[in-house]
């Protein structure tokens, strides 16, 4: 009778758990999928890029300065700055010629391969121009015409202003000229000689690059290259006046107790047919207390020195974190839209290392002014190497507006990318020959790194492709 009554309780567990299996089985099958995940297109980010720069005159901002970029005009703002962005990627002319100042004109050049947000910075120092000086041909003696310019009027001389103070775009000295009696003549020059006289002036300025370019192809990474930099530039007017004989044009030595090789030192003139700085014949003779070289005509002369400069490989900052953004929609089907993915974008470049240290290092014992005047001059080449004064501006972009889909999770981040330009420049120190070399570091855009993961609600940690 008990081995019945077993049998029975066991035939109705089996019953019971067919029963139940298919009750769940049942469940199972009717379960409902998963709403799919809602998709929605991000358009691809705009593509733009920026030329920016600076208006100063005796190193202080110019504000209300109108300036031409291409086909854009825009003024400077109450720091002297302007800035337009361009569409397209080529080569842009930009000009600044206000009343009462010399003309100044460069080029900003986007390379083809230029990356998307690319930044180029330019920089112009304006000089008023100087006043002119009545000379009459019939001169008895030598006539020397100086640099009166209200902007050079209080130039300091380059020993007697201290490191931190150095301003990178003014002039380390001004130029004059001599002019010989009898040296200006009528014959050849009738359009310019009214009455037996010439009114001439000198005005020294800081020349803008020809052109400032964001390209730097492999070949040309760390590779030494050797440039010309002014010591002064003037512009002498009436230009295309001519003489019967050399007018001698001078600046003092901005280096006491330092000069450069003979070699290293030229004259170069501005060409008013090509636009651009020619090496003039001519050599020019260098002294203890001054440089001088002779000319036939006036026009826009430079006294230069050589440099040696070399650019690293460009480096993403991984450190240097400009913008970041996630948004982790993973759980979510509907999708999330209109997030504004913004970073702080820097340009501009600042000195590497302690440059007055370095001066002392390898001027051994040289005083003070040798040493203030040496990073006068470091810091006035840099400038024209990299095209714009020292300094990191930070302007807030809009890298993308996007939308992240239905189980999908985003991150963003933006680096920035930088260069380092190095310059080596010769001097004769003691008799001796010294290499001084110092570094700058600029930024040169960004590294935007956008990503996004869509998962399979279907499959735990199932996930689908990368965007």
Avoid at 97 to 119: C, F, H, M, W
Wanted: hydrophobic share 35%; net charge negative; with cysteine.
């Amino acid at each position: 009778m008990k081995s019945e009554k077993w049998l029975y309780a066991c035939f109705l567990a089996l019953v019971f758990g067919v029963f139940s299996f298919a009750v769940v089985a049942c469940h199972d099958d009717d379960d409902p999928e998963p709403e799919a995940g809602e998709v929605i297109d991000t358009p691809k980010p705009v593509v733009e890029f920026y030329i920016m720069g600076t208006v100063t005159s005796k190193g202080e901002a110019k504000s209300g300065v109108s300036v031409k970029v291409g086909e854009q005009n825009c003024t400077t703002d109450s720091e002297g700055k302007f800035s337009v962005t361009e569409k397209t990627t080529g080569t842009y002319t930009i000009e600044v010629a206000p009343k009462g100042y010399l003309a100044q004109k460069t080029s900003a050049v986007i390379a083809d391969n230029a990356e998307n947000r690319t930044v180029v910075t330019v920089a112009f120092a304006l000089t008023e121009e100087s006043p002119k000086e009545e000379v009459k041909l019939d001169a008895e003696e030598t006539t020397t015409v100086e640099d009166k310019s209200n902007s050079n009027v209080d130039l300091p001389k380059p020993e007697e202003v201290a490191p931190e103070e150095v301003v990178e775009d003014r002039p380390l000295a001004k130029i004059t000229v001599e002019i010989p009696a009898g040296a200006i003549e009528e014959e050849g020059n009738e359009d310019i000689v009214t009455e037996n006289k010439v009114n001439i002036s000198v005005t020294t300025f800081v020349p803008a690059p020809e052109e400032v370019k964001t390209e730097v192809k492999p070949a040309e990474e760390n590779k030494a290259v050797e440039k010309s930099i002014p010591l002064a530039a003037a512009q002498f007017e009436p230009s295309g006046l001519k003489f019967a004989q050399p007018v001698t044009i001078s600046i003092p030595n901005p280096i006491p107790g330092v000069s450069f090789a003979d070699s290293d030192v030229q004259l170069t003139y501005l060409n008013p047919e090509t636009g651009n700085w020619e090496v003039q014949d001519g050599k020019v003779s260098v002294g203890e207390e001054n440089y001088s070289a002779p000319v036939n005509h006036f026009s826009a002369y430079a006294i230069e020195n050589k440099v040696t400069s070399t650019v690293s490989k460009e480096t993403i900052q991984k450190e240097d974190i400009l913008g970041q953004a996630s948004q982790d929609n993973s759980e979510n089907p509907k999708a999330v839209t209109g997030i504004v993915l913004k970073y702080k974008e820097k340009a501009g470049w600042d000195y590497e290392g302690d440059i007055v240290q370095t001066v002392k290092k390898q001027l051994t014992g040289a005083n003070e002014k040798t040493i203030n005047a040496m990073v006068a001059y470091l810091k006035t080449r840099m400038f024209a190497l990299m095209g714009s004064v020292s300094g990191i501006t930070s302007t807030e972009r809009v890298y993308n507006t996007v939308n992240v889909n239905g189980y999908t999770k985003m991150d963003y981040s933006c680096f920035a990318k930088t260069r380092i330009t190095t310059l080596k420049t010769k001097v004769v120190y003691n008799n001796q020959n010294v290499t001084i070399e110092i570094s700058a570091k600029r930024y040169t855009g960004t590294d935007h790194q956008y990503k996004t993961v869509t998962f399979d609600p279907r499959h735990s940690g199932g996930k689908g492709g990368n965007i």
